[in-house]
């Protein structure tokens, strides 16, 4: 008895360090994911940041490009005219974050006398009656870079007369009249970045250095407020920061917006011409010790070991009946942790799985793949008027039906609700999807005859379908759902099959509660007055206000 007593006490020690160990290497497995988890969410973040900023920087160039076209084929233009051009482009409510737009003409000395003349004529800023208009600095040059036509929109404006081309020595000069460039400067406390583009005859930059001087016609600017930009783009994004960078030495630019907590990862996504952005957001520790999760599971494992092996110290004498109690415990609580209680189908976290090994399946042999995602109809209604009994009763029929309907290969699962998915490869597809979902859609045709209910009940379900690979189980899943979205917006008994387009509309109808969001707090909302007349004498009554949306991108 006592050598019984020993073999089993050591038994029991084995399964405490056997459990230890295992909550050890779940617990780090837990860290490993969560840390994961959270990089993988934070380079999403970083996508999403940094695609609002390339579009953004995208519209400046497009706006520099529209300016230039309108200098070229408007040469004669007045300030005048460029600003009508300025209000038909809706410059102020499409591009808030531009502060200055113009043009700056090079006048050779013998022009100067004449475009002087004319720029007093037509200024492009208010000037002193009698202002004499003198070059600044007066430095004998090949020629002057002098605005000539100017919108600002809040910015700083240089001098009318100042010679913007005289901050670059002559020796550099052909540097910036040769391309696009980016100028970062300060003005107070506010960073600006000015963005030139040269303009020559024709529109072809000459390929030397003296042909260039001698064809310059001047350039087109564009001066924006970085610091909105990034605000902007980190608008949504709670928890984040991000730190928008151009170029380097003198030319150096940073701007930050948002707030990031302490220890926080980072990631650099290049925007490209110089421009990067740096996104910081919250990064679990890959450690035990780091996450607060891991350290729950490992003292609840070492607790559920120690009761384990207490437990098989316990039974030991009766081994056979203990180790059939565990055996049959055990099988219990994996069918419970992989299967619905109500219809005894898998539930999500074994659909998940199953649907993984489908997708490798389907890389493996190359073999077609889909996910059926179903809900009924009008379900609701039943556990309104019937009660949740009936509604139970129905939901174990319909799975009863649902696996009756596919191939013993497929799988039918509950994922909660009304929502049953099915999962189809192989010879099953080899009609198509649709096929597969005519087929479930006809065996729920025939009235259900539930308990509570006087009549036979008539049921119909609306089917998103996904099919093909994807890369994991959660995206193809994800797929079908929204395809059952456009089903049940379509009719009832209906099959629709997923298309990236649902997915764009999904995404920016996201976008647009987002902005929805911050719409009233930016003071976007604004109203507009209508009269109403009577018809029959023609007399004003009164009048509707009716409330208006003005959206940064999109318009009213």
Same mark, same amino acid.
């Given at each position: 008895?006592? %050598?019984?007593?020993?073999?089993?006490?050591?038994?029991?020690?084995?399964?405490?360090?056997?459990?230890?160990?295992?909550?050890?290497?779940?617990?780090?497995?837990?860290?490993?994911?969560?840390? @994961?988890?959270?990089?993988?969410?934070?380079?999403?973040?970083?996508?999403?940041? !940094?695609?609002?900023?390339?579009?953004?920087?995208?519209?400046?160039?497009?706006?520099?490009?529209?300016?230039?076209?309108?200098?070229?084929?408007?040469?004669?233009?007045?300030?005048?005219?460029?600003?009508?051009?300025?209000?038909?482009?809706? #410059?102020?409510?499409?591009?808030?974050?531009?502060?200055?737009?113009?043009?700056?003409?090079?006048? =050779?000395?013998?022009?100067?006398?004449?475009?002087?003349?004319? #720029?007093?004529?037509?200024?492009?800023?208010?000037?002193?009656?009698?202002?004499?208009?003198?070059?600044?600095?007066?430095?004998?040059?090949?020629?002057?870079?002098?605005?000539?036509?100017? $919108?600002?929109?809040?910015?700083?404006?240089?001098?009318?007369?100042?010679?913007?081309?005289?901050? $670059?020595?002559?020796?550099?000069?052909?540097?910036?009249?040769?391309?696009?460039?980016?100028?970062?400067?300060? !003005?107070?406390?506010?960073?600006?970045?000015?963005?030139?583009?040269?303009?020559?005859?024709?529109?072809?930059?000459?390929?030397?250095? @003296?042909?260039?001087?001698?064809?310059?016609?001047?350039?087109?600017?564009?001066?924006? !407020?970085?610091?909105?930009?990034?605000?902007?783009?980190?608008?949504?994004?709670?928890?984040?920061?991000?730190?928008?960078? $151009?170029?380097?030495?003198?030319?150096?630019?940073?701007?930050?917006?948002?707030?990031?907590?302490?220890?926080?990862?980072?990631?650099?996504?290049?925007?490209?011409?110089?421009?990067?952005?740096?996104?910081?957001?919250?990064?679990?520790?890959?450690?035990?010790?780091?996450?607060?999760?891991?350290?729950?599971?490992?003292?609840? *494992?070492?607790? #559920?070991? &120690?009761?384990?092996?207490?437990?098989?110290?316990?039974? *030991?004498?009766?081994?056979? =009946?203990?180790?059939?109690?565990?055996?049959?415990?055990?099988?219990?609580? %994996?069918?419970?942790?992989? %299967?619905?209680?109500?219809?005894?189908?898998?539930?999500?976290? &074994? #659909?998940?799985?199953?649907?993984?090994?489908?997708?490798?399946?389907?890389?493996?042999?190359?073999?077609?793949?889909?996910?059926?995602?179903?809900?009924?109809?009008?379900?609701?209604?039943?556990?309104?008027?019937?009660?949740?009994? /009936?509604?139970? @009763?129905?939901?174990?029929?319909?799975?009863?039906?649902?696996?009756?309907?596919?191939?013993?290969?497929?799988?039918?699962?509950?994922?909660?609700?009304?929502?049953?998915?099915?999962?189809?490869?192989?010879?099953?597809?080899?009609?198509?999807?649709?096929?597969?979902?005519?087929?479930?859609?006809?065996?729920?045709?025939?009235?259900?005859?539930?308990?509570?209910?006087?009549?036979?009940?008539?049921?119909? /379900?609306?089917?998103?379908?996904?099919?093909?690979?994807?890369?994991?189980?959660?995206?193809?899943?994800?797929?079908?759902?929204?395809?059952? $979205?456009?089903?049940?917006?379509?009719?009832?008994?209906?099959?629709?099959?997923?298309?990236?387009?649902?997915?764009?509309?999904?995404?920016?109808?996201?976008?647009?509660?987002?902005?929805?969001?911050?719409? &009233?707090?930016?003071? @976007?909302?604004?109203?507009?007055?209508?009269?109403?007349?009577?018809?029959?004498?023609?007399?004003?009554?009164?009048?509707?206000?009716?409330?208006?949306?003005?959206?940064?991108?999109?318009?009213?």
């Amino acid at each position: 008895m006592r %050598h019984g007593r020993r073999i089993w006490a050591v038994a029991a020690v084995i399964m405490v360090v056997v459990g230890c160990l295992a909550s050890v290497l779940g617990a780090v497995v837990l860290a490993r994911n969560d840390a @994961q988890r959270s990089r993988q969410s934070l380079a999403v973040t970083s996508k999403s940041i !940094s695609s609002r900023l390339s579009l953004v920087l995208q519209q400046e160039n497009d706006l520099v490009t529209s300016t230039k076209a309108f200098v070229m084929t408007n040469p004669d233009a007045t300030n005048t005219d460029f600003l009508s051009w300025v209000s038909s482009m809706q #410059i102020k409510d499409r591009h808030p974050e531009v502060r200055l737009v113009g043009f700056v003409a090079a006048v =050779r000395p013998a022009e100067l006398p004449g475009f002087a003349a004319r #720029i007093l004529a037509d200024p492009p800023v208010p000037l002193t009656p009698g202002q004499p208009y003198l070059v600044t600095p007066g430095a004998s040059r090949p020629f002057y870079c002098l605005s000539e036509l100017d $919108y600002t929109n809040g910015g700083l404006v240089p001098p009318l007369s100042f010679d913007i081309c005289s901050v $670059y020595p002559l020796t550099k000069l052909d540097t910036f009249i040769s391309g696009s460039t980016y100028v970062p400067y300060v !003005s107070g406390k506010t960073t600006y970045v000015g963005v030139g583009l040269p303009l020559y005859p024709g529109g072809v930059v000459p390929a030397t250095a @003296q042909a260039r001087s001698d064809a310059f016609l001047g350039f087109v600017g564009l001066t924006v !407020s970085p610091s909105f930009i990034v605000q902007k783009a980190v608008v949504g994004h709670k928890g984040n920061a991000a730190v928008f960078r $151009y170029g380097s030495g003198a030319s150096k630019l940073a701007v930050r917006a948002g707030s990031a907590p302490a220890g926080a990862g980072s990631t650099t996504v290049d925007l490209h011409n110089g421009w990067n952005v740096e996104v910081f957001g919250a990064v679990s520790g890959s450690g035990i010790l780091a996450n607060a999760d891991s350290i729950v599971l490992l003292l609840l *494992g070492i607790l #559920i070991s &120690l009761l384990l092996g207490i437990l098989i110290f316990v039974l *030991g004498t009766s081994r056979s =009946r203990a180790l059939e109690l565990v055996d049959e415990r055990t099988e219990d609580l %994996h069918h419970l942790a992989l %299967h619905d209680p109500l219809t005894g189908l898998p539930n999500r976290a &074994l #659909i998940l799985d199953r649907i993984e090994q489908m997708l490798a399946r389907s890389r493996r042999e190359n073999t077609p793949v889909a996910v059926l995602f179903l809900d009924l109809d009008d379900f609701k209604d039943i556990n309104d008027t019937l009660g949740h009994a /009936a509604g139970d @009763q129905l939901l174990i029929e319909v799975g009863a039906r649902l696996a009756a309907a596919v191939r013993e290969e497929d799988t039918v699962g509950r994922l909660g609700g009304d929502e049953f998915v099915l999962l189809a490869e192989g010879a099953s597809l080899a009609d198509g999807a649709e096929v597969v979902a005519d087929r479930v859609l006809d065996v729920l045709i025939p009235p259900f005859q539930i308990a509570g209910s006087d009549v036979p009940l008539t049921m119909s /379900a609306s089917i998103g379908i996904a099919d093909g690979g994807r890369s994991t189980a959660g995206e193809l899943l994800q797929n079908a759902d929204i395809a059952l $979205y456009q089903a049940k917006e379509a009719a009832k008994r209906c099959a629709v099959v997923f298309v990236p387009a649902m997915q764009e509309v999904v995404d920016d109808h996201r976008q647009l509660e987002v902005d929805l969001l911050a719409a &009233l707090r930016e003071d @976007q909302f604004f109203l507009l007055y209508q009269p109403t007349i009577d018809l029959a004498s023609g007399v004003f009554t009164g009048v509707e206000a009716l409330l208006r949306w003005r959206h940064p991108t999109r318009g009213v």
